[in-house]
């Protein structure tokens, strides 16, 4: 069962009094990947995928956890243990509700930038998003980033790091972006809870939208296309409904949010293990 825990906003430069930024962060069970490996898909199908090219929004931005640090350790969408690490490097941000969209908003692509504070350079960073900011705390109708230390102070001027990250909440504006993991094979972990009958599949590090709005299944031999329940955060799942083992090798047929389609043929072997990350060799194409 989650637990729900509380992040204080590391706010310790602050000059002028604020909101409180205490915000909770779900933190489920054992998301622990006991062993990576590498596996070669057949083929793959899919649509390409560009920038969105929008027109820059207007939101709020808030900062959390230690100054140089990732914020929490991959929070509401189940990424833990890699959101220091590459690709992410700790560019990542909590997102409010209207940008979470209860989980099926993890791993989407945004640009942020400030410009209503003298520390602020003016120039965008790239964010990803790897957790929930609840509202109440972040802004629940207007778009709002919970950023980590580093990817807050990355909007500062050269030397105006501290001072951007005591002003509190910041007026931003942002857009979506493509996300581009520079030849990262997409990563299916597999859910130490998994077994026989049932099997949930942490998804992450797809370029293009980043966000996935919908995964099927096709068992060994099945013939045809079975959905994925979305399970929380980046987590689908899938339970046999013939009272039978669930075949191996997986493929996952993979849609974007907004509709663009990828297939990992074989993406879960035969034989796999619970708590076991398989790397794709197939993404979306940036």
């Known amino acids: 069962m989650a637990k729900v825990t509380f992040r204080i906003a590391a706010l310790l430069f602050a000059v002028l009094p604020m909101l409180s930024l205490v915000s909770p962060i779900s933190c489920y069970g054992n998301m622990r990947s006991t062993s990576i490996r590498n596996h070669t898909t057949s083929r793959y199908t899919t649509t390409p995928a560009t920038n969105s090219g929008g027109r820059w929004s207007s939101g709020g931005a808030t900062w959390y956890g230690s100054p140089y640090g990732a914020g929490s350790d991959g929070g509401a969408c189940g990424y833990q243990g890699t959101v220091s690490k590459r690709p992410f490097s700790s560019m990542i941000a909590a997102a409010g509700p209207s940008l979470f969209k209860n989980g099926k908003g993890c791993g989407a692509c945004y640009q942020i930038k400030c410009t209503g504070n003298k520390a602020c350079s003016g120039l965008p960073v790239t964010i990803t998003i790897t ?46 972006v493509s996300c581009n993991y520079n030849g990262v094979g997409i990563a299916f972990r597999v859910d130490a809870g998994s077994n026989p009958y049932y099997i949930a599949v942490l998804i992450q590090y797809q370029n293009g939208d980043g966000d996935l709005a919908a ?19 980046a987590m689908w799942r899938a339970n046999s409904n013939t009272g039978k083992p669930l075949r191996a090798p997986f493929s996952l047929r993979l849609t974007s949010g907004s509709g663009k389609v990828l297939v990992a043929w074989n993406a879960i072997p035969a034989g796999w293990r619970a708590g076991t990350t398989y790397r794709s060799t197939v993404n979306y194409r940036t």
Do not use: E
């Open 131 to 176: 957790d929930s900011c609840p509202g109440g705390v972040c802004l629940a109708k207007a778009a709002h980033f919970d950023m980590s230390g580093t990817a807050f102070g990355a909007m500062a001027r050269r030397g105006m790091n501290d001072r951007l990250r005591a002003a509190g909440i910041l007026k931003i504006q942002y857009k979506r």
């Open 215 to 233: 995964v099927h299944v096709m068992q060994r031999g099945g013939g045809a296309w079975a959905p994925m329940q979305h399970s929380w955060g």
